[in-house]
């Protein structure tokens, strides 16, 4: 007999439906710091963050004028299997990562390498903030408003070599922390790439933030990468390794099952999940779905660096 | 085991029976879906189906190997309700995964093999639903008995489908597949004993009949 047992949520943190159905006026006319406190579930954990204090974030758009989701959909629905494969889990289950301190490895074939503490990497760089869609290649989607600076920024401080044609990325191993990696799901760590255009183009970021504030834990604290028009997987979280690397880096999910994964998973309505449909996607938040945009609604910004490739098979 | 320990079984069955609809209802009011309640929905039901048609199935070997006759009484109570949250499951991807679109459905079930699968497991529960009722056990005779043996297929397709929609954490799927198979197998001894007392008896007619 299956008895799903409710989440542990103390019946003070619990969204009254009047108020969640019409949150965003509710946080437009709320008085602010308290109705953010009361509408957070993260409040839970000293270690995770408070809803951000900040309501200029939630009536943020993208450049299409979606609203932004709001921050419990964001940070209570993510797919981090390092904390586990249920939505709620990398919520649930991050409150002891410690994201601090953090080193990251700049390493391959680039002539400024080196282990930079976390503080000094992100230094010289402008952060910024940016309203991005995010499509999971599980056809759900959100808008969120992504802090953090052009990954080609980097790129071009740590000076690639002519050998470089690729950017792997590799998330932490802290299986003590992170209770996914104590099990098989995956081959860890997670591993991620990009061709070298594609990290140089301007629409992808090395991200710290949302909302305004710190990633919290499950959204793939301290740093992450987002690369708007592909789907959400390739965004690799908890990054500790960046390596400029001559041949197309094998990533995790195309090693886990290549007929249902590529290296690009570039967003496409056109080319089906072998098991679904990538023609429609539930924004989350909405009760219909909505049709799916070639290259995530990117594809003026993006689609010329894909002119050459066979999209059918490079999925 | 005695009247009285079947009618706390069958309480207990009810209970646990519909604890995941009162789950859902509960939810639905006071927000423990999470951020997307039809997916949440969607898995519980589909889940509560399988495990229920699990039990359903675990009733005639449990009965067989501790003797408790009276555990019959639960099946067909049990067969229901996995058919309840079967047609819930799918009255949920029909009217608010897919809104109706007769086109989204029909593409669904002939180009995803596991929609397929599951779709079919759902189609073949109906007629057992049907013929549930006593009336139709009596009209169907022993055809009823052959009949509901189309719960075997239904299970292994619910299984299936279950098995290729998950992405990478084959766990749970994998336990009901083989709790599955313990069930089947579990069918082959009696089976075969049947069998061959069948075919006894007849070579006993047949000596009989040669004799007299």
């Known amino acids: 007999m299956l008895i799903r ?3 542990d949520i103390p019946s003070s943190e619990i969204t009254p439906e009047r108020v969640f159905l019409d949150r965003r006026s509710f946080i437009r006319h709320a ?18 963050h408070t809803a951000p204090q900040d309501p200029r974030f939630s009536e943020l758009e ?49 002539n400024n390498p080196g282990d930079y503490e976390l503080d000094d990497f992100l230094a010289p760089h402008r952060i910024e903030d940016r309203v991005y869609r995010m499509r999971c290649v599980e056809a759900w989607s959100m808008v969120i408003p992504w802090r953090g600076f052009p990954l080609g920024d980097l790129v071009r401080r740590v000076d690639p070599t002519g050998d470089a044609r690729f950017v792997e990325f590799t998330t932490i191993v802290r299986p003590d922390e992170m209770p996914g990696q104590r099990t098989g799901v995956l081959p860890w760590p997670y591993v991620e790439g990009l061709r070298l255009d594609e990290a140089m183009h301007p629409l ?57 994964y590529g290296f690009y998973a570039n967003v496409n309505p056109e080319v089906d999940h072998p098991r679904w449909s990538q023609a429609r996607e539930r924004r989350i938040g909405e009760l219909r779905r909505r049709e799916t945009l070639m290259f995530n609604g990117y594809a003026n910004q993006v689609g010329q660096m894909y002119a050459d490739l066979d999209l059918t098979r490079w999925i | 085991m005695t009247a009285r320990s079947v009618r706390r079984l069958k309480v207990l069955m009810w209970v646990s029976a519909l604890a995941p609809a009162a789950w859902i209802a509960g939810g639905t009011f006071r927000g423990w879906l999470g951020v997307n309640p039809i997916e949440k929905v969607t898995h519980v039901t589909g889940l509560s ?24 009484q639960l099946r067909r109570p049990l067969g229901l309700f996995a058919f309840f949250y079967a047609f819930l499951h799918f009255s949920i991807w029909m009217a608010l995964d897919l809104g109706f679109q007769l086109s989204w459905i029909s593409e669904d079930i002939m180009e995803r093999p596991y929609i397929t699968v599951g779709f079919t497991a759902f189609v073949l529960l109906i007629p057992l639903a049907v013929t549930s009722t006593r009336g139709w056990i009596r009209r169907l005779g022993r055809r009823w ?43 082959i001894g009696p089976w075969h004993e049947k069998r061959k007392r069948r075919q006894a008896a007849s070579a006993r007619r047949r000596q009989q009949l040669s004799t007299g």
Do not use: C
């Open chain 2, 145 to 187: 008995a052959t009949l509901h043996r189309l719960v075997y297929i239904t299970a292994t397709l619910g299984v299936i489908h279950f098995y290729w929609l998950v992405k990478a954490d084959t766990s749970l799927p994998l336990l009901f597949a083989g709790i599955l198979t313990l069930l089947l197998a579990s069918r």
């Open chain 2, 49 to 72: 189906a399988l495990v229920l048609l699990l039990l359903t199935l675990a009733v005639t070997p449990v009965r067989r190997m501790a003797r408790w006759n009276r555990l019959i």
């Open chain 1, 204 to 260: 992808t970021m090395l991200v710290t933030g949302v909302y305004g504030v710190d990633l919290p834990n499950q959204n793939g604290a301290p740093l992450r990468l987002i690369v708007p028009w592909k789907y959400g997987f390739k965004g690799i979280k908890s990054i500790v390794s960046i390596r400029f690397v001559e041949e197309m880096p094998m990533t995790t999910w195309w090693a886990a099952n290549a007929r249902e």
């Open chain 1, 62 to 110: 993208s450049e299409l004028g979606e609203p932004v989701n709001a921050w419990t959909e964001i940070t209570t629905y993510n797919n981090f299997y390092e904390f586990g494969t249920a939505k709620e889990d990398p919520h649930r289950n991050s409150g002891s990562f410690r994201p601090r301190p953090w080193t990251v490895r700049i390493e391959g074939h680039v």
């Open chain 1, 5 to 7: 047992r409710p989440p």
């Open chain 1, 31 to 48: 008085a602010l710091g308290t109705a953010a406190a009361a509408l957070s579930p993260s409040t839970l954990s000293g270690t995770r």
